[in-house]
């Protein structure tokens, strides 16, 4: 995975050519519509000139593209800048705890943590710890809970060394199925970006988008 500082000078480099390549082609613009109407001065009937409404609008196209190609030039040095500082950002997340999107579990000494998001309060929430070949090793009832994120944890020591271990969760309110998210927790070993997408490299559960981060410890 890319280290923090060969993705900043990987940005600056991006922001850089981004610039250069907009002022060549802003300078070619210009030069080309000098051209033209210089051509088009020499070249017009003496009968009927142009008259200084049509120069002055023509003077103002070039005028308008320039002004476009500058801002354009602009917005991807920004973005270069902003992706750059983003990444900086990124390094902080080495070596903390991050709850993310998904059911994977990450046993650390010992035991797994995650969390349930509810839509809605329920009177019931069970979760169900599931072997990577599908069949449920464990099963616990965490009791009623209000909606909003509610973390868990498990007590992982007789499946220390169990591999691809998930967890589903059933919350009901009565007889009525409570929606609900499932979020896992794991330490960051690394950040780096893939073909400009910023990535978190996780010590257990391997590569995830930097946006599926919802929570840092």
């Known amino acids: 995975m890319a280290s923090t500082t060969a993705v900043g000078s990987a940005s600056a480099t991006t922001a850089t050519s981004a610039t250069a390549s907009a002022a060549s082609s802003q300078a070619v613009s210009e030069d080309r519509f000098l051209k033209l109407l210089v051509a088009q001065l020499a070249n017009q009937d003496p009968m009927n000139p142009m008259d200084n ?5 023509q003077m103002a196209q ?10 354009n030039a602009s917005l991807a040095g920004l ?17 903390r705890n991050v ?3 998904g059911n994977r579990l990450a046993i ?3 035991k797994a943590t995650g969390a349930v998001e509810l839509d809605l309060p329920a009177d019931k929430v069970v979760i169900d710890i599931v072997s990577a070949g599908g069949q449920v ?11 909003g994120r509610n973390a868990f944890e498990w007590d992982a020591t007789t499946h220390s060394n169990s591999e691809g271990l ?3 969760v059933t919350a009901t309110k009565g007889t009525a199925v409570v929606t609900n998210r499932t979020l896992v927790q794991d330490s960051v070993a690394a950040v780096g970006s893939d ?4 990535q978190v490299q996780l010590r257990n559960l391997g590569n995830v988008g930097y946006d599926s981060v919802r929570t840092i410890f």
Do not use: C, H
């Open 53 to 57: 409404a049509q120069m002055t609008s």
């Open 62 to 71: 070039i005028s308008t593209v320039s002004s476009i190609e500058k801002t």
């Open 79 to 95: 973005a270069a800048q902003l992706a750059s500082m983003q990444t900086l950002q990124a390094g902080s997340l080495v070596g």
């Open 99 to 101: 709850l993310i999107e």
């Open 108 to 110: 650390q000494d010992g």
């Open 137 to 147: 090793l464990e099963s616990f009832n965490l009791g009623p809970l209000q909606a």
């Open 166 to 168: 998930t967890y589903r």
């Open 195 to 198: 073909n400009g997408a910023m």
